[in-house]
């Protein structure tokens, strides 16, 4: 029962010290959500530029084919 109440002991003394160490640093979970969030916004702006140059793509075919 002490060995198990050790492991339950140092588990809770593990996540104590992770809490500890986010509480101090947060700043860097912020500069990585931030990151992060802008790295999602770019590549949704080169999607939306993909979209639109193949569709001006397809455009200039059609206007080709017409000729």
């Not at 947060?26 to 500069?31: L, Q």
């Not at 990585?32 to 770019?42: I, N, P, R, T």
């Not at 999607?47 to 059609?62: N, Q, S």
């Amino acid at each position: 029962m002490d060995v198990l109440w050790s492991m339950v002991t140092f588990i809770g003394q593990a996540v104590e010290a992770v809490f500890n160490y986010v509480e101090h640093h947060h700043w860097i979970f912020a500069f990585l959500a931030g990151g992060y969030v802008f790295y999602l916004h770019d590549r949704s702006i080169h999607a939306r530029f993909d979209a639109l140059d193949k569709r001006l793509d397809e455009i200039r075919k059609r206007l080709a084919i017409e000729y």
